[in-house]
C-alpha cells in the first residue's frame, strides 16, 4: 500500500486486535472479511496482486465491514446503510492526506456519493485504478474495436460483439456460445491475420 497510509492501517490492526493477511489472487475476489467465531476474532484478507491503491481502497472496504459488524453484528446488510457510512467514516483520512493521485483521488470522491458492494463494479474507480496496474500485457475489453478477437486467461478465445446496456455480448470461437462481458474484463488481443481454430 501506499507508504503513508501504512502508520493508519497499523493502528486499526492493533486497536480492532485483526488478522491481516495477503493472500494470493483470488478471481472471485479481491479481499474478504471474517467475523470473530468461537475462539478467533477478525480476519482480514486482501490479494497480493494489486497495485498499492487498489489495495488500500480493499484494506478500507474490509475494515468498513469489521466496523459494522462491531456495531451491528450480523443484523444489517453487508453493503446496506450502515457499512456506506463506516466506508466513508474510514476512508476520509487517506483524502485529507491526499495519499492517491489526484485522478484516484477524484474517483473516490464520486464512488463514495453511493459505495456499491465491490469497487470493481463502479467504471469510473475501476478504470482510475487499473492506471496503475504494472501488468499492461492485457487491455481492457471496452478499448478494443467491435469485432476484435480476444483471449481470456484461461485460454478461450472470443470475438468482440455489441454492447448491451452495461456488458459486451461476446462470441467464444471454440464453442459458439455468447458470453456477457464487464467493459473492465482484462483480455489478450489477438492480432490481426492471427490463425485462430473456432
Known amino acids: 500500500m501506499p507508504a503513508p497510509a501504512a502508520p493508519i492501517i497499523a493502528k486499526w490492526i492493533d486497536y480492532f486486535q485483526c488478522e491481516f493477511k495477503i493472500s494470493k489472487s483470488r478471481a472471485t ?3 474478504d472479511y471474517r467475523h470473530p ?21 480493499t484494506t478500507v472496504h474490509e ?13 444489517v446488510k453487508p453493503h446496506g446503510q450502515e457499512w456506506k457510512s463506516n466506508f ?32 470493481c463494479t463502479d467504471l469510473g474507480l475501476s478504470r482510475s485504478l487499473k492506471k496503475y496496474d504494472a501488468n499492461h500485457q492485457y ?25 448491451l446496456r ?19 474484463a482484462e483480455v489478450e488481443v489477438v492480432p490481426e491475420g492471427t490463425y485462430m481454430a473456432s
Open 166 to 184: 452495461k456488458r459486451y455480448r461476446c462470441t467464444c470461437l471454440n464453442n459458439g456460445n455468447i458470453y456477457l462481458f464487464n467493459p473492465l
Open 29 to 31: 475476489k479481491l479481499g
Open 88 to 119: 466513508k467514516r474510514m476512508m476520509s483520512p487517506f483524502l485529507e492526506q491526499q495519499i492517491f493521485p489526484e485522478d484516484i483521488q477524484q474517483a473516490i470522491q464520486t464512488y463514495l456519493k453511493n459505495p456499491s458492494a465491490s469497487s
Open 37 to 57: 467465531f468461537k475462539d478467533a476474532g477478525h480476519k482480514i484478507s486482501v490479494n497480493n496482486n494489486l497495485n498499492s491503491y487498489a489495495f488500500l481502497v
Open 139 to 163: 487491455q481492457r475489453l471496452e478499448e478494443l474495436p467491435l469485432h476484435a478477437r480476444f483471449v481470456i486467461k484461461d485460454g478461450r478465445s472470443f470475438k468482440k460483439g455489441e454492447r
Open 63 to 75: 475494515f468498513a465491514h469489521l466496523l459494522t459488524w462491531n456495531d451491528h453484528k450480523n443484523k
